[in-house]
């Protein structure tokens, strides 16, 4: 089966970094996405890593080590729009992308 | 852009009724998903369809069923809805390039009574 396990919450100070971690298991790993959702909104997709290292799209960065079935999303310069949930999700091969999600992050941010 | 169209918003219903949640899509993708989610317990995969008329079942198909007889359309359904069934529904598509993105509908709040 597949698990993920990340924290429930995290709290940071605006304009801090803020990293927030997931750990996997699973058979066929493919790669690691995150995502972000807002209360009462939908899951909109952040980044994803299929290689180990890291990846970086302006304020938000993910890093991957699949040797250590890790990684994490690491978010620079926090404002309060990014007060949200965050969900770290695997996607196997060997069921044609079945994508499994953690149970989420909420992440508070303080002014 | 993507777009995912879920038809309803927000449904009540008594136990025991029959209920189906329609998600529709417009990119002509292969891969379909309905997630329930609950407070606590994150996105929970019901079922998945990766062509017309194929499904694969997620982590937690009981109580549930789904349709897909055209690629645009996958149905949820509930043969007989149970309080515990009272939760956000989520459907979503993946896209073209491989990389794990979801698109997600806006969701369907269901309140079985």
């Known amino acids: 089966g597949q698990s993920l396990e990340q924290p429930s919450e995290v709290t940071a100070v605006e304009g801090a970094i803020v990293q927030i971690n997931c750990t996997y298991q699973t058979s066929g790993f493919y790669g690691l996405s995150w995502y972000q959702q807002h209360d009462g909104g939908a899951p909109t997709f952040l980044s994803y890593n299929a290689l180990d290292g890291l990846e970086e799209t302006g304020r938000f960065s993910s890093f991957l080590s699949r040797s250590d079935s890790y990684g994490y999303l690491l978010l620079q310069e926090l404002q309060m729009k990014d007060s949200a949930s965050y969900f770290c999700?695997?996607?196997?091969?060997?069921?044609?992308?079945?994508?499994?999600f953690g149970k989420g992050t909420r992440l508070h941010i303080l002014p | 852009d993507v777009k995912v169209t879920q038809s309803s918003r927000y449904l009540v219903k008594r136990t025991g009724e029959k209920v189906f949640l329609e998600c529709v899509q417009d990119m002509d993708h292969e891969n379909m998903f309905w997630y329930r989610q609950d407070p606590g317990l994150g996105l929970r995969l019901i079922y998945f369809s990766y062509d017309v008329k194929m499904k694969e079942k997620g982590d937690i198909p009981e109580g549930y069923s789904v349709s897909r007889e055209k690629k645009e359309r996958f149905s949820l359904i509930l043969e007989s809805a149970s309080t515990n069934q009272t939760s956000m529904y989520l459907c979503a598509i993946t896209g073209t390039s491989n990389t794990g993105e979801l698109f997600f509908g806006e969701g369907s709040r269901l309140t079985v009574l």
């Open positions: 999700a695997v996607s196997s091969i060997y069921r044609d992308d079945k994508i499994i």
